[in-house]
């Protein structure tokens, strides 16, 4: 019996990794600071619609979706994924790469509040439109740092989400790739970020935060079932050849 054409065959049918090229991290922290933009007048119609004059106001709570009361001090996780092989460009001095269209499976959620929104149904649901990036910037004689956004839209509302850290003035990462390991202390300057536009009325509240914890949660990982289905052949092979 020929074995060869079944080692061939256990390299090509091997068991695919799961989400092999997506990189997972996760994130907690606590609100600093509530921003409200509240819109005044609103100016011109259709399409060219937009708001005259606002104000600004910094309250202690604010009441989301769902009516959902977030206030300054209440503690929030999430998590994201950041898929490897999204398209990227370079920044013209070659130290910072945007990934585009790479954040995804982005989970939040603070005082009862989700995100995305689950149980709705369009055009209520907070679904995200896919064109979240991710940054990461290698400055070798300045600072490095790591942003990601993502984004949440529906007929009367509009989420940002930001989540960053940087080095301050140190050398963390070693070149532009997708970092598969997070020193969190050795990039001490942490910011988070939610703003929330409503459609309708042009009101905006951002609210702030500092990051407690920034992990990496998985990593894409070796095509396993290839490499044992290979290695049976081998041994199977061997067994054979000490047989004859």
Known sequence: MNLKPL?????????????AKLITYQ?????????????????GGGLVERCGGSEFGYPDSYL???NKLISTYDVFTGSFSVDTDAPYSLSRDGNGALYEN???????????????????????YLA???????????YQYSYDEITATNYLTSEDW????????SSGHSNV???TGVPTEI???ALPIRRFQLSIGNRANYNQTTINGTLTSFSVVSVPEPATGVLFLASAGLVALRRKKAQS
Do not use: H, R, W
């Not at 939040?108 to 689950?118: A, R, W």
């Not at 509009?158 to 850290?165: K, N």
């Open 158 to 165: 509009f989420v940002s989400s930001l989540v960053g850290l």
């Open 102 to 124: 790479s954040v995804q499976d982005y989970q939040f959620e603070m005082s009862g509040l989700q995100l995305p929104m689950p149980g709705l149904s369009p055009p209520d």
């Open 7 to 19: 080692i061939l065959s256990a390299l090509l049918i091997g068991s695919p990794p799961i989400n």
């Open 128 to 138: 995200s439109p896919g064109y979240g990036y991710f940054l990461v910037s290698d």
């Open 27 to 43: 994130f907690s922290g606590f609100v600093n600071e509530i921003i409200e933009v509240k819109c005044t007048s609103i100016i």
């Open 183 to 185: 020193d969190f202390d």
């Open 64 to 66: 989301a979706f769902d």
């Open 173 to 175: 990462f070693d070149g």
